[in-house]
């Protein structure tokens, strides 16, 4: 069930019977209190008096609503489609996933069909809708290096110099996290440009040297996307051995990381390395879904001239030389985390929930179930499928 289908709580009330998930722990026999739109605090279970409405989720796990802020579709739509219909097909199967916002994340394409998606991101972002909450923009390119193009479309990558960053950050509204290849010409200036103005800037898809990368950290670059995936690693010029974006991306420590943990772009062992190296403070878990996500094997998509299809439980090139985005939401990357990996499960949360809220600035509002938050949250089953999601104090999914 969607929305206005589901019996709504009304003024002050309490989910009891959960294991709630904090930041650095998970209670039993506490309750998540809710006036309103925002979350009023944690208390014992008993002791919640008459004026509190109870409302028993069955002893399933309560966290924060989950966030994924890199993510460009699903169900065969994707954020590069200027259409409302596709905005709104992409936000409810993640809703009904227990993603309570997101980035509408969009692909290199022609400078005008960005500015198009960008509007109507705009527009989105000012209107009531049923899904998750669209947060922003992250512009994934089209600045990137050739070498490292993965399933992006080459015909639509550029340079920074080229004089087209200043179309786009016209909207700059809207505008949260925008991803370049921080060696290329112009890229310098473009960082500076992204901090001025409040945009994460983000390294991904490059062929850089460490000194590239540092040479953007002290104008303002903080954020890789996607380990391992678009990323130069150690090369060897002579005798020398150059470290490039990859170990970058683990070793300095001023750096945010994204990983997609599908369980088929990396496997278990770098998983647990990049958590080793990064931990969960600095590693966010996202994504990265195509409009392959929730398409049964064999399917074909597309994001802009590009085509792909579902092989392999996983996003491809169809001459298989790269993935092509994963097929797996948030929610389902959880188990793999915990089982797969051995992270403890209070921190595969806090990854996919409050660590990406601070990359983006929102931790303030969203990410933690603790007083004073937007009354955003979701209610799982063992395996994280989602049984309610809420936000705002709203429930707009019920299994």
Request: charged share 20%.
């Amino acid at each position: 069930m969607i929305g206005n289908e589901i019996e709504q709580p009304k003024g002050r009330f309490a989910l009891t019977n959960g294991r709630v998930i904090l930041p650095q722990e998970i209670v039993i026999g506490k309750a998540v209190i809710v006036k309103g739109k925002k979350i009023v605090g944690i208390a014992d279970a008993g002791s919640l008096g008459a004026e509190t409405d109870k409302i028993d989720v069955g002893g399933r796990y309560v966290t924060p609503g989950l966030m994924d802020i890199h993510t460009h579709g699903a169900l065969d739509h994707t954020f590069n489609e200027p259409k409302e219909e596709a905005f709104a097909v992409i936000t409810k199967e993640n809703v009904r996933r227990g993603v309570t916002s997101l980035l509408a994340t969009m692909a290199a394409a022609p400078i005008p069909d960005l500015v198009k998606c960008l509007e109507l991101s705009r527009q989105w972002m000012h209107e009531p809708h049923e899904g998750s909450q669209v947060l922003g923009v992250h512009l994934e390119g089209p600045y990137f290096s050739l070498a490292q193009k993965g399933a992006q479309d080459p015909e639509n990558i550029r340079t920074p110099d080229d004089g087209t960053s200043d179309i786009l950050l016209e909207h700059h509204d809207v505008l949260k996290i925008m991803t370049y290849a921080p060696e290329l010409p112009g890229a310098l200036e473009l960082t500076a440009k992204l901090t001025r103005l409040g945009i994460v800037p983000a390294a991904g898809h490059s062929s850089a040297q460490d000194e590239d990368v540092l040479a953007a950290m002290k104008v303002g670059l903080r954020h890789i996307i996607h380990i391992w995936s678009g990323q130069s690693s150690t090369v060897r010029e002579g005798p020398w051995r150059k470290p490039g974006l990859l170990e970058a991306t683990l070793v300095f420590d001023g750096l945010t990381v994204e990983m997609i943990s599908d369980n088929k772009h990396l496997p278990p062992t770098l998983m647990r390395l990049a958590y080793k190296c990064i931990g969960a403070d600095r590693l966010c878990i996202i994504s990265d879904a195509t409009s392959g996500a929730g398409m049964p094997e064999g399917t074909h998509f597309h994001m802009g001239g590009m085509e792909y299809d579902v092989h392999d439980g996983v996003g491809m090139m169809l001459d298989r030389t790269a993935f092509a985005g994963s097929t797996t939401l948030v929610n389902q990357m959880v188990p793999i985390l915990t089982d797969t990996i051995g992270i403890p499960l209070v921190e595969a949360v806090r990854m996919t929930t409050l660590t990406p809220a601070r990359v983006i600035g929102f931790d303030g509002r969203k990410g933690s179930l603790e007083a004073g938050k937007d009354a955003d949250l979701a209610v799982f089953e063992d395996d994280f499928t989602a049984w309610r999601t809420m936000i705002g104090g709203r429930w707009v999914y019920a299994a």
